[in-house]
């Protein structure tokens, strides 16, 4: 990866990467890790820093580096960089959008399949012997259900697509109805969740949307309702949300995300009426490898004065 530029790019490198990505990465710059940095001079000379959607990334990192000049997040998510601090510096920060709509999309459907026919379940029920003692109990019929998607953005959007196929009837809220989309529009997630029989958080994560799944929202979708989150684990008062599955406000859910990863709380891992992934929804060979591909080419054009190809909307 030739670059115009006639200094080799020195970049931070602050949270865990694939290995592809970062033997891309350390062919076009000088990669330093955050916690090893043994040359305090090393602070002047870096422009970029690089790293994960769970990265945090805020004013006193920033002020430790005079040079920085570009922040390449690899995920979509960036509710851990501080925007509006890297615009005052002068910083542009760029993200991975699009090229993991369909990953999201697939997991949000494969955790509705999951909980409601309780898969998961079925399966220890096997290979625990249980069957020989009888049939494993009815569950919950996804086709033909009403889904409410919180936040209709790109992978809403995508998980609507899906939806459709299994005849479900599909209904949303956002900031604002979207008017060329032919879903009803509810103003507040409540009213949402009254109307479903699953709701799908995927809405981005930060103060705006923190604790947006409340107690309130679980009393609205009520005892046969079923929660699914594949956005931020802020979105949920995490609290309320196992209170709610412990006493069956809900009849279950499928979680992918959470408040403190990677610690899952002992209460939620305990409950057999929810399903937990390891924050896995764009965990795929091939989304991870567009991602860093995406994130390498924000980089790149960075570097060589060009237009970037993913600035977050805040940067655009």
């Given at each position: 990866m030739t670059l115009e530029t006639t200094e080799t790019p020195q970049v931070l490198r602050v949270s865990n990467l694939p290995p592809f990505f970062m033997s891309d990465l350390q062919e076009m710059a000088v990669v330093h890790n955050r916690d090893h940095i043994t040359d305090p001079t090393a602070l002047g000379r870096i422009s970029a820093i690089v790293g994960g959607g769970d990265s945090k990334i805020d004013k006193t990192l920033m002020s430790l580096l005079p040079s920085l000049k570009i922040i390449s997040i690899f995920g979509v998510g960036y509710d851990g960089v501080d925007v509006t601090e890297a615009k005052k510096r002068g910083i542009v920060v760029t993200h991975t959008p699009r090229v993991l709509n369909d990953d999201v999309a697939d997991l949000a459907i494969g955790l509705m399949m999951s909980v409601a026919r309780r898969i998961p379940q079925a399966d220890r029920f096997v290979r625990n012997n249980d069957w020989v003692e009888g049939p494993f109990p009815l569950a919950k019929k996804l086709t033909g259900s009403r889904l409410g998607i919180v936040g209709l953005g790109r992978i809403g959007q995508a998980i609507a697509k899906r939806a459709l196929a299994f005849d479900m009837s599909i209904a949303y809220t956002?900031?604002?109805?979207?008017?060329?989309?032919?879903?009803?529009?509810?103003?507040?997630?409540?009213?949402?969740?009254?109307?479903?029989?699953?709701?799908?958080?995927?809405?981005?994560?930060?103060?705006?949307?923190?604790?947006?799944?409340?107690?309130?929202?679980?009393?609205?979708?009520?005892?046969?309702?079923?929660?699914?989150?594949?956005?931020?684990?802020?979105?949920?008062?995490?609290?309320?949300?196992?209170?709610?599955?412990?006493?069956?406000?809900?009849?279950?859910?499928?979680?992918?995300?959470?408040?403190?990863?990677?610690?899952?709380?002992?209460?939620?891992?305990?409950?057999?009426?929810?399903?937990?992934?390891?924050?896995?929804?764009?965990?795929?060979?091939?989304?991870?490898?567009?991602?860093?591909?995406?994130?390498?080419?924000?980089?790149?054009?960075?570097?060589?004065?060009?237009?970037?190809?993913?600035?977050?909307?805040?940067?655009?």
């Amino acid at each position: 990866m030739t670059l115009e530029t006639t200094e080799t790019p020195q970049v931070l490198r602050v949270s865990n990467l694939p290995p592809f990505f970062m033997s891309d990465l350390q062919e076009m710059a000088v990669v330093h890790n955050r916690d090893h940095i043994t040359d305090p001079t090393a602070l002047g000379r870096i422009s970029a820093i690089v790293g994960g959607g769970d990265s945090k990334i805020d004013k006193t990192l920033m002020s430790l580096l005079p040079s920085l000049k570009i922040i390449s997040i690899f995920g979509v998510g960036y509710d851990g960089v501080d925007v509006t601090e890297a615009k005052k510096r002068g910083i542009v920060v760029t993200h991975t959008p699009r090229v993991l709509n369909d990953d999201v999309a697939d997991l949000a459907i494969g955790l509705m399949m999951s909980v409601a026919r309780r898969i998961p379940q079925a399966d220890r029920f096997v290979r625990n012997n249980d069957w020989v003692e009888g049939p494993f109990p009815l569950a919950k019929k996804l086709t033909g259900s009403r889904l409410g998607i919180v936040g209709l953005g790109r992978i809403g959007q995508a998980i609507a697509k899906r939806a459709l196929a299994f005849d479900m009837s599909i209904a949303y809220t956002a900031r604002s109805a979207k008017a060329l989309l032919p879903y009803p529009y509810y103003a507040t997630t409540a009213e949402l969740a009254a109307q479903v029989d699953f709701l799908v958080a995927i809405t981005p994560g930060g103060e705006g949307t923190k604790n947006l799944i409340n107690a309130k929202v679980f009393q609205a979708l009520g005892p046969k309702g079923y929660f699914i989150n594949v956005a931020r684990g802020s979105v949920v008062d995490q609290a309320a949300l196992i209170d709610a599955l412990q006493k069956k406000t809900i009849a279950g859910a499928g979680l992918d995300v959470y408040v403190d990863e990677p610690k899952v709380p002992s209460e939620l891992r305990a409950l057999q009426n929810v399903v937990l992934t390891p924050h896995i929804a764009s965990g795929t060979m091939e989304t991870r490898r567009a991602m860093a591909n995406l994130a390498l080419a924000n980089l790149k054009a960075f570097y060589e004065g060009k237009p970037l190809p993913a600035p977050v909307p805040e940067c655009a």
